[in-house]
């Protein structure tokens, strides 16, 4: 098992930023491959970016290229998404999610857990 916690979300104005982090305990971190997700009211959830075991790579959707970092840091166990120029449309609940994978995973169904999820809030 795989317990994994986000937080940093928040209320920001356009073009600000935020961190968010999430902090993982249980089965060898450094063996899964993380994502993170969002999902706003009355949408499917979205992949935004996902990362490697070794943190060597990653993958973008295009909706967040250019703005969003994903990165890792296995000592702390702990998977960051650094989010840039913030729009009112990225407004949504965020989730991490871990897949035990040597390469990129990008398809939720592929993921075996999820964090509780951390709400993200952009003013206009």
């Known amino acids: 098992q795989v317990q994994l916690v986000e937080s940093g979300g928040g209320l920001v104005q356009a073009g600000g930023s935020l961190r968010l982090s999430c902090a993982a305990s249980?089965?060898?971190?450094?063996?899964?491959?993380m994502g993170w997700f969002r999902q706003a009211p009355g949408k499917e959830r979205e992949f935004l970016a996902t990362?490697?075991?070794?943190?060597?790579?990653?993958y973008y959707a295009d909706s967040v290229k250019g703005r969003f970092t994903i990165s890792r840091d296995s000592a702390k166990n702990t998977v960051y998404l650094q989010m840039n120029s913030l729009k009112p449309e990225d407004t949504a609940v965020y989730y991490c999610?871990?897949?035990?994978?040597?390469?990129?995973?990008?398809?939720?169904?592929?993921?075996?857990?999820w964090g509780q999820g951390t709400q993200v809030t952009v003013s206009s």
């Open positions: 999610a871990a897949a035990l994978a040597i390469g990129l995973v990008v398809t939720p169904g592929k993921f075996d857990y």
């Open positions: 990362v490697r075991w070794s943190g060597t790579s990653t």
């Open positions: 249980g089965r060898t971190f450094s063996s899964y491959a």
